[in-house]
T-cell receptor, first 112, second 115 residues
Framework: AQSVSQHNHHVILSEAASLELGCNYS??????LFWYVQYPGQHLQLLLK??????LVKGIKGFEAEFIKSKFSFNLRKPSVQWSDTAEYFC??????????FGAGTQVVVTP | DSGVTQTPKHLITATGQRVTLRCSPR?????VYWYQQSLDQGLQFLIQ???????AKGNILERFSAQQFPDLHSELNLSSLELGDSALYFC??????????????FGEGSWLTVV
């Protein structure tokens, strides 16, 4: 069965610091990859997605992610975080059967 | 706003009771998914419907059931509720039932508290 691993459960950093969240998946076939964000008390919002093509994808709010097929990874990055980026971030994988499998999530706290 | 509408937003009920959560997918979306988010289990896929038919089943308890109606809205029925059923229940929708090339959009969720 496929699985999604997010390396960090909690990350605390200061404003203007760079952020990188790790995500690895285990699945041998073709997959689509997503990062969702959940701000406190809110629903899941799509940050970015990878279907095919350029492995470096850019999303909303200055986030980007790089798909490295050989490493089964899809890490999320942001060069300079803001306080408003405080949220929980979920990596997700969608295979040909359509079921979206989520990682455990990473809680990111950005301090002023 | 994702376009996926869920009601009610908050619900408090007693153990042993039954509740129904409702979801309206985005306009044009035929596929509806239900997810449960709890502190100990994270985000768990429950069930998927496509154009009225069940497509996939995940970690859904026998006490729970769902359906998708001809107008494409969906309902998740939770019965014989236990304290452990307290969670945020998300509905999501997408255009197709295929996985690849398909983006899934989430509603704001229904907070269920069982007391």
């Amino acid at each position: 069965a496929q699985s999604v691993s997010q390396h960090n459960h909690h990350v605390i950093l200061s404003e203007a610091a760079s952020l990188e969240l790790g995500c690895n998946y285990s699945y041998g076939g073709t997959v689509n990859l997503f990062w969702y964000v959940q701000y406190p008390g809110q629903h899941l919002q799509l940050l970015l997605k990878y279907f095919s093509g350029d492995p470096l994808v850019k999303g909303i709010k200055g986030f980007e992610a790089e798909f490295i097929k050989s490493k089964f990874s899809f890490n999320l990055r942001k060069p300079s975080v803001q306080w408003s980026d405080t949220a929980e971030y979920f990596c997700a994988v969608n295979d040909s059967w359509g079921k979206l499998q989520f990682g455990a999530g990473t809680q990111v706290v950005v301090t002023p | 706003d994702s376009g996926v509408t869920q009601t009610p937003k908050h619900l408090i009920t007693a153990t042993g009771q039954r509740v129904t959560l409702r979801c309206s997918p985005r306009s044009g979306d035929l596929s509806v998914y239900w997810y449960q988010q709890s502190l100990d289990q994270g985000l768990q896929f429950l069930i998927q419907y496509y154009n009225g038919e069940e497509r996939a089943k995940g970690n859904i308890l026998e006490r729970f059931s769902a359906q998708q109606f001809p107008d494409l809205h969906s309902e998740l029925n939770l019965s014989s509720l236990e304290l452990g059923d307290s969670a945020l229940y998300f509905c999501a929708s997408s255009v197709t039932d295929r996985g690849l090339g398909n983006t899934i959009y989430f509603g704001e969720g229904s907070w269920l508290t069982v007391v």
